[in-house]
């Protein structure tokens, strides 16, 4: 499957996923959470994951280095700094954070069913590749970067 490997941005997979989980609900409405969930329950993770998904873009654009995540080979730097301190994929444990707080506002469990979809597709076809190029061109910076800093959280 290396075909997929980097190959269609991180953010349309979420917006797959995002379309996906609706469909879900719209497909399967008994399977609705049966009451409505606090606003607050939706703001938090989509407050979180903006903020995470911020956090990455700044820490790229403050070191110099590429965020697009088509063309890790660019990468001029091995960012450990800000929320990079804490995990390797900011940018993706946000989207992830935005899908969630979506199952919470669709409101339907079989929606969720999506989620994990996302992550085991952002860690086989983009951050395994991802890691791989970045090992091969910063060595054993990146490699004690791995050591130290967990892939989502």
Not at 52 to 63: C, M, N
Not at 76 to 102: C, D, E, H, K
Not at 142 to 147: G, I, K, N, V
Request: hydrophobic letters at 55%; charged letters at 10%.
């Amino acid at each position: 499957m290396k075909a997929l490997e980097l190959k269609i941005p991180p953010p349309v997979v979420a917006l797959l996923c995002a379309a996906a989980m609706y469909a879900v609900g719209r497909a399967a409405p008994a399977a609705a959470l049966g009451t409505a969930v606090p606003v607050l329950w939706v703001a938090l993770p989509a407050l979180l994951g903006l903020s995470a998904d911020l956090a990455g873009v700044w820490a790229f654009h403050r070191h110099r280095t590429t965020v697009n995540p088509l063309t890790p080979q660019k990468s001029s730097a091995v960012v450990q700094s800000g929320i990079y301190r804490f995990t390797r994929n900011p940018m993706y444990l946000g989207m992830a954070l935005l899908l969630t707080a979506w199952w919470l506002w669709l409101g339907n469990w079989l929606s969720l069913l999506v989620l994990p979809v996302f992550v085991l597709y952002i860690t086989a076809f983009q951050i395994k590749p991802e890691e791989r190029i970045l090992l091969a061109k910063f060595g054993t910076q990146y490699q004690s970067y791995l050591l130290r800093t967990r892939r989502w959280i």
